[in-house]
């Protein structure tokens, strides 16, 4: 399976079959195509086989993609989520330039990213990154201070709070299960679940997710 339509094809129709194992309806997954260190060309590719969302995580990476796209028909129809670790000084180019951020970790990156959002911007679609297995080398909010960080987004009015985030460690088979049974006792249940990769999607949507983040089984080997 060698063209980019064809695996496009093939991870929908893998997303939707696993929705359906679990009684889920189509369309209750979104795809998100994980595009950094691939080319434009493939981009553009895959935005006119109709595929909406797309995941960077390299700041400077996504903005030369956003302008070098944004002459294109496609460029419109694109939303953009950062998906990626962030650091203090690249706030200001996230809250300005995406629809959604995946990885918010820290009480100092919510904040930044709603002082820094433009007001004329509908409020921005965040993330908390959890850190599920407490892994040292990986960032995210440990599942005890989860309440917590939720709390701080009461009085943050221009970020909008939907969900989780998660990257579960290496063989850790009920990583998945155990964000969704985290985020189902918090007091207000939030919507979005988003965990699963290349790898694992399937068991991620059996679990509950509800956006998946899909890189190089379906753009091939990065750049």
């Known amino acids: ?6 695996r496009f094809s093939s991870i929908k129709n893998r997303i939707e079959r696993a929705s359906h194992a679990v009684g889920r309806p189509d369309g209750s997954v ?7 260190r691939q080319t434009i060309e493939a981009m553009a ?29 496609v460029g419109a129809s694109i939303v953009w989520h950062f998906i990626g670790p962030i650091q203090s000084n690249k706030t200001r180019g996230i809250a300005e330039n995406f629809s959604w951020v ?27 990154e959890v850190n599920i297995d407490g892994e040292a080398s990986k960032s995210g909010v440990l599942p005890e201070q989860l309440p917590g960080m939720v709390d701080i987004f009461q009085n943050l009015p221009r970020l909008k709070l939907m ?30 679940l988003s965990m699963g990769m290349s790898d694992d999607f399937e068991a991620a949507i059996a ?3 509800t956006h998946v983040r899909v890189g190089s089984a379906l753009f091939g080997p990065r750049q």
């Open 1 to 6: 399976m060698n063209s980019l339509h064809e």
């Open 30 to 36: 979104v795809l998100i195509a994980v595009s950094k």
């Open 45 to 73: 590719q895959l935005a006119s086989l109709g595929q909406r969302d797309f995941g960077e995580s390299y700041l400077q990476e996504a903005l030369d993609k956003q302008s070098a796209l944004a002459d294109q028909p």
């Open 102 to 128: 995946h990885s918010v970790d820290r009480p100092k990156i919510a904040q930044r990213l709603n002082d820094q959002r433009p007001i004329e911007l509908p409020p921005l679609n965040v993330l908390i």
């Open 163 to 192: 969900g989780l985030m998660a990257i579960p460690a290496p063989g850790s088979s009920d990583g998945f299960c155990r964000l969704a049974a985290l985020n189902a006792r918090l007091e207000s249940p939030l919507p979005v």
């Open 207 to 209: 679990a509950g997710s």
